[in-house]
């Protein structure tokens, strides 16, 4: 499992030392850590009315540092613990799926697969190609996780930004439609005033995430093309 700077990860408090708090991150072998001022807004008068060992939280990665990462638990939105632990849940679904074929063979084959990818995102696209699934467990038994995932509704994760997007030109509006216009993976809502909502659905939280990314790019360069005024809210 890749982890990049901004990513949302699940971790659980393995030791508080001094003002440190120290986490075990889901689904790597990577340490973390939050210093203080990162658990929370203003005075914190007890770390352990935040954290205390064996608490499962949500942060956010700010930087590598070494042989760690350095996380925040402040930073962290309502709707980002929202969806990491609904991400969870849905890993953990998909682990008793190869439990419910591979029985003891699962610990191994879910310690290889997580060392390029999450379960879900690895089993998710072996719904379209196969062949790296068959070469871990054989294809009897790829067959019969298929079979189960297919069955299975997929959940889709949906992420929201707010953006203020104005032009004082005479052509300003009819540019901005242009600038907005013939993006099919994100959706755009005009609110009042400028502002507009860009939505994008999909099975994967870091793809879905990326697309948003990816279209306010694209505005960026266009402000700057054209003139633009743009803020993301």
């Not at 949302?8 to 850590?33: A, Q, R, S, Y």
């Not at 700010?62 to 309502?78: A, T």
């Amino acid at each position: 499992m890749e982890i990049e700077s901004g990513d949302i990860l699940i971790c659980t408090v393995d030791k508080i030392v001094g003002t440190t708090v120290f986490v075990e991150i889901e689904g790597t072998n990577i340490p973390g850590t939050i210093i203080l001022s990162e658990i929370a807004a203003g005075r914190i008068r007890n770390l352990r009315d935040y954290v205390v060992p064996k608490k499962t939280i949500i942060c956010k990665v700010l930087r590598f540092m070494g042989d760690h990462v350095e996380l925040s638990l402040r930073r962290v939105k309502e709707k980002e613990q929202k969806e990491a632990f609904e991400r969870s849940k849905l890993e953990k679904s998909y682990v008793s799926i190869l439990k419910s074929v591979l029985k003891e063979k699962t610990p191994e084959i879910i310690k290889r697969i997580k060392e390029k990818n999450s379960i879900h995102e690895f089993l998710n696209s072996s719904k379209d190609n196969q062949k790296e699934l068959e070469n871990l467990i054989g294809k009897e038994e790829t067959k019969k996780v298929i079979e189960i995932l297919n069955k299975q509704k997929e959940k889709n994760f949906s992420i929201k930004k707010e953006i203020k997007f104005t032009s004082t030109s005479p052509e300003g509006i009819s540019l901005i439609k242009k600038t907005l216009s013939g993006e099919k993976e994100v959706e755009v809502k005009y609110i009042a005033a400028g502002r507009y909502t860009l939505t994008s659905k999909g099975e994967n939280l870091k793809k879905t995430d990326q697309k948003i990314k990816e279209f306010v790019e694209k505005i960026e360069k266009a402000q700057k093309k054209e003139g633009f005024e743009f803020s993301s809210l």
